[in-house]
Antibody, heavy 118, light 111 residues
Framework: QVQLVQSGAEVRKPGASVKVSCEAS????????INWVRQAPGQGLEWMGW????????GYAQKFQGRVTFTRNTSISTAYVEVSSLTSDDTAVYYC???????????WGQGTLVTVSS | QSVLTQPPSVSGAPGQRVTISCTGS?????????VHWYQQLPGAAPKLLIY???NRPSGVPDRFSGSRSGTSASLAITGLQAEDEADYYC???????????FGGGTKLTVL
């Protein structure tokens, strides 16, 4: 069965960076794009961007360009998102999601809470 | 402000039917891009509920159905159950923004 397992909760100070991992299993990792979505406390879903594990091609929502980086390690079927210059507005649960046909997100990780606090 | 507009909340009694609307524009739903729906139970990750406007993934009860017309889409839930109490999000693509877009979410309360 398809599973996306994310790394554990993180606490960072303002101005620092954080890197969250997403390990995929149960399907061919290289064959489907990974999307990243975040959700601030009590708020809705916010799309951050996508990455092709096969080619390394990626796209970022304009809001995150220059401050967010997607990478992957195909040998261990793992995708990563790194967010730099953190502020309290980046406090959120970060989700990775496998993209199915038609740009739907058919399987999601369990989420990683990132807390930014001084 | 979300690109796709949903009502903040809807409610219904057990056994009733409710609908949740999702309004986009000529560059998103109106351009023919598929609409997908997600259910997010309290404290859990979102789960795909409807894909490609009208299709249910394996395991999703047929009480859930989706439709699309013009620049809008709808999620209908019949035979409401207490376990349906959750947040529901629509999602599509916007060609003018070149991004995936979500609705702001609708909280369903089962009375």
């Amino acid at each position: 069965q398809v599973q996306l397992v994310q790394s554990g909760a993180e606490v960072r100070k303002p101005g620092a960076s954080v890197k969250v991992s997403c390990e995929a299993s149960g399907y061919t990792f290289a064959s489907y794009d990974i999307n990243w979505v975040r959700q601030a406390p009590g708020q809705g879903l916010e799309w951050m961007g996508w990455m092709s594990p096969n080619s390394g091609d990626k796209g970022y929502a304009q809001k995150f360009q220059g401050r967010v980086t997607f990478t992957r390690n195909t040998s261990i079927s793992t995708a990563y998102v790194e967010v730099s210059s953190l502020t309290s507005d980046d406090t959120a649960v970060y989700y990775c999601a496998k993209e199915g046909r038609g740009r739907n997100l058919d399987f999601w990780g369990q989420g990683t809470l990132v807390t930014v606090s001084s | 402000q979300s690109v796709l507009t949903q009502p903040p909340s809807v409610s219904g009694a057990p056994g009733q039917r409710v609908t949740i609307s999702c309004t986009g524009s000529s560059s998103s739903i109106g351009a023919g891009y598929h609409v997908h729906w997600y259910q997010q139970l309290p404290g859990a990750a979102p789960k795909l509920l409807i894909y490609g406007n009208t299709n249910r993934p394996s395991g999703v009860p047929d009480r859930f159905s989706g439709s699309r017309s013009g620049t809008s889409a709808s999620l209908a839930i019949t035979g409401l159950q207490a376990e349906d109490e959750a947040d529901y999000y629509c999602q599509s693509y916007d060609s003018s923004l070149s991004t995936v877009v979500f609705g702001g979410g609708t909280k369903l309360t089962v009375l």
